[in-house]
């Protein structure tokens, strides 16, 4: 699923929102937007430091494993059953807007920070309808109701 990170910028955390389609998302934000490029898969390495384990739930004296370095695979293409990412929300139109339009995204982060993104660059008022069934009146120019 094609997304868009928007990064941290001062007290904002970064927030990503998922899509089908980049022209959706295009159509209510005023700024250029791209889709992120899918990133190849890579190993990675981590450091496991030394521990202590036990043999058994019954093992009264625990050994020592020494420290160790593992490899592993980081895949951003890996797809776990039909799950889709994130938190879902809508945007439609106001009856107020010259055009009448709604569509469906996703997105990973908080509220807040994605009603900072959608409050600086939406084109036209717009009810973002989040799925615990709230809704959100965003204006143009930072004044929101």
Known sequence: MPKTTFPAEGARKEVVIHYDFIESLQFFLAGDYEED?????LN???????HMRRRGPSDQAPIN??????TYLVDPSLKSGN???GIAFYMTTT???DIEE??????????????AVLSADIKFQTYVYLSNGGRHTIEPGGENG
């Open 83 to 85: 799950a889709r990412p």
């Open 65 to 70: 494993v020494q420290g160790s370095t593992a």
């Open 37 to 41: 490029e899918n990133a190849g898969y």
């Open 102 to 115: 709604k569509r469906n995204f996703m997105y990973t982060g908080r509220w807040l920070d994605l009603h």
């Open 44 to 50: 990675k390495q981590k450091t496991i430091p030394q």
């Open 95 to 97: 009856p107020l807007s």
